[in-house]
């Protein structure tokens, strides 16, 4: 078995972690601060469920928020949600949603295909090509709403769904502006892990290790899982490990999806995990000018070089927000911290 170092996956890891998963432990209590509220229902919107194909034929599963008094025989601005890697729309983009549509706009939260209520099997596969075309699905979506200007859709992309819809906006000028918050550039994380800090032999060994346990499957194996967020706390467990464990394994954000299984909740199939590699999103981002992208990142958050990154590529008209005080996980879900005003400010000016 190879230890793998340091594969940093948004929703988790910068520990060494290996080909199998932790044990399952009993969720602790949850840190609260900052008015966490990931389950937030909001008494001014209305929710409902909806479902469309990508062009896959795959069907995708969003939640639809409508704020209350809307004219629906009116055009609307309209804002596609995006949730965590590994995550599901009941985590984070719920939350994003239902807090921008009390803005005004037309809002969805989606889960990416293979995850959460959409389609796609193997559960938990990774498909970074699919996971954009699902963006411009949840578009097609919208645009065809009789209440949504197709003229004023934006996205929002939380931690690894940032680096997806700017894959999605560069092939896709319909999103006419983006938004991101906690940015994982899941290619990079997977390449290089944080700081530039796995080595390419590292990296050979993944991806050999991957190539390997195909075989396996092919001939009728049981499928392998890695990463994701541990399921128990230990007394070495990483403080980066300990920061997702706060949000995915405690009542404060823990969410597993009907007919899914705890202990697969964040944790992709290791033979597609390796597709990352291949994912570079953050090549050509400069072409999604002159469409304006926002960049928001925490202060202390240990995803931020990515935002920064994306910021020094993007061409203008480009912002990167920083969060004073603020760590990765903690714009998931603190609604004291999230900086929801430059957000609607945002899509306000450039969705006019």
């Not at 209590?29 to 896959?56: E, I, P, R």
Request: hydrophobic content about 40%; some cysteine; glycine content about 8%.
């Amino acid at each position: 078995m190879i230890n793998r170092s340091i594969i940093t996956f948004c929703f988790c890891i910068l520990t060494v972690i290996t080909q199998g998963l932790t044990g399952v432990g009993i969720a602790s209590a949850a840190d609260l601060s900052n008015g966490a509220d990931n389950f937030y229902k909001s008494t001014k919107v209305t929710m409902q469920k909806v479902t469309f194909k990508n062009q896959y034929n795959m069907k995708v599963a969003g939640n639809l928020f409508i704020p209350k008094g809307l004219k629906k025989n009116s055009k609307n601005p309209a804002i596609i949600v995006g949730h965590p890697m590994g995550a599901v729309k009941e985590q984070s983009a719920n939350l994003y949603a239902q807090k921008i549509a009390e803005q005004g706009f037309v809002t969805l939260s989606l889960d990416l295909s293979f995850w959460g209520e959409s389609e796609g099997q193997p559960r938990n596969v990774v498909a970074p090509d699919i996971y954009a075309e699902d963006f411009s699905a949840a578009v097609d979506f919208l645009g065809t709403r009789p209440f949504v200007d197709r003229s004023r859709i934006g996205a929002i992309g939380v931690c690894g769904s940032g680096s997806f819809v700017i894959s999605a906006a560069k092939i896709d000028p319909r999103m006419k502006a983006i938004a991101t918050v906690s940015m994982y550039d899941m290619g990079a994380a997977n390449r290089n892990a944080l700081k530039h800090s796995q080595t390419l032999q590292q990296r050979k060994q993944i991806i050999a290790e991957a190539a390997e346990q195909r075989y396996l499957e092919f001939k009728g194996g049981n499928t392998k899982y890695t990463s994701g967020t541990v399921h128990e706390l230990k007394d070495d467990t990483h403080p980066i490990q300990r920061e997702f464990y706060d949000f995915y394994r405690t009542p404060r954000g823990e969410f597993t999806p009907k007919g899914s299984s705890r202990k697969l909740t964040t944790h992709p199939t290791l033979t597609s995990n390796v597709k990352f590699m291949n994912f570079y999103p953050f090549n050509d981002i400069e072409t999604i000018s002159p469409r304006p992208m926002l960049f928001i990142t925490g202060e202390n958050a240990h995803s931020r070089e990515f935002s920064e990154e994306a910021y020094k590529l993007a061409a203008e008209p480009k912002e990167l927000y920083i969060v004073p005080g603020a760590g990765h996980v903690d714009l998931y879900d603190r609604v004291n911290l999230i900086p929801w005003d430059k957000l609607a400010a945002f899509f306000t000016s450039h969705l006019k």
